[in-house]
């Protein structure tokens, strides 16, 4: 059970890391096909109508969203259960820095918690199979860097075959 959280962490680490330096073919393989999204302007999660409702569209809608942004994300304080032989539950606390330079957008610092489920596939590895975004405060600053100042990578394109 131990190795499990352990390789739980790790999954969650990597999340971060993949998501702010934008591989998007890596993070793509940290979710289930069918892992489904939400994102609530909520402390506490309460929505039944998620965001995405496919690894594929998931990946497409983070990357799109942050084509242009410089991020960096950091997960906390984990809360982690085993509930099964392939599955297990997590509460992380979050925090986000989201710095846009297009026109008129702020950048976000944002706070709050991340509720997810996760599966081990046949694999062996574990995958985020739901994950819902509460939010405790967002503070809105002025772009830091208006107009871009750095080469950003494309946004995801999910492969051919799945399709």
Do not use: C
Not at 44 to 68: A, H, K, M, Q, R
Not at 99 to 124: A, L, R, S, W
């Amino acid at each position: 059970m131990d190795g499990d959280i352990w390789a739980l962490q790790q999954l969650k680490a990597r999340y971060f890391r993949y998501m702010d330096t934008k591989q998007w073919a890596l993070w793509r393989d940290l979710f289930t096909d069918d892992m489904v999204f939400y994102m609530e302007d909520s402390a506490l999660p309460s929505t039944d109508e998620p965001i995405t409702t496919s690894g594929d569209d998931f990946v497409e809608y983070v990357s799109d969203l942050l084509t242009s942004t410089v991020t960096v994300h950091q997960g906390h304080m984990p809360e982690l259960e085993i509930t099964g032989d392939r599955t297990a539950k997590g509460i992380w606390a979050m925090f986000d820095f989201v710095d846009n330079p297009e026109e008129g957008v702020p950048t976000i610092h944002g706070y709050g918690h991340y509720h997810e489920d996760y599966e081990k596939g046949d694999d062996g590895q574990w995958r985020i199979k739901v994950l819902r975004l509460t939010r405790l405060r967002v503070d809105e600053l002025p772009a830091t860097r208006p107009g871009g100042d750095r080469p950003r990578p494309p946004a995801w394109k999910r492969p051919a075959h799945a399709r």
